[in-house]
């Protein structure tokens, strides 16, 4: 307490213990309270933070410069394929996205399982204003299974 210890009473401690409730519970943390990221986030949502997020954003945008958006992109929207052997394969040379032209390179994702993999890309042909069907792990093996071919 901050203020004048002689006038400390009744009131300044229900204002502190309500106080004391909206706080995180740094020391012996709150399992609900202080969950922030896990179980709060699909587990796609998860994945494609840790592994795409960087370079895509968590926002799907991109970073407008030098890694091209996943918002309302028709490389999510289109051939279901071509979007999984990039996410396995890797992908270089200029592409355009969205009217835009992008000239770096995407790095091979294959050290992922089919299962990850298809929760990722379920998660972004669902977000980022794409809102189309998902992907399932069959189809990643499938496409695992081919002979890479250059991207």
Request: charged share 25%; proline share 7%; with cysteine.
């Amino acid at each position: 307490y901050k203020g004048d210890k002689k006038k400390f009473g009744a009131a300044q401690l229900t204002a502190m213990e309500r106080r004391k409730d909206l706080q995180p519970h740094i020391k012996t943390p709150d399992i609900i309270k202080d969950n922030v990221n896990i179980a709060k986030l699909a587990a796609g949502a998860k994945l494609y933070n840790t592994y795409c997020g960087s370079c895509h954003q968590s926002n799907g945008k991109g970073d407008g410069t030098r890694f091209p958006p996943l918002e309302n992109s028709e490389y999510v929207k289109g051939d279901r394929r071509r979007l999984i052997s990039i996410v396995l394969n890797g992908l270089s040379g200029p592409i355009t996205v969205n009217g835009v032209g992008f000239n770096e390179v995407m790095p091979p994702n294959s050290y992922l399982n089919d299962d990850d993999i298809a929760l990722i890309l379920t998660y972004v042909r669902a977000n980022f204003k794409n809102n189309t069907t998902g992907i399932q792990p069959q189809e990643v093996a499938r496409i695992r299974a081919l002979p890479k071919t250059p991207q």
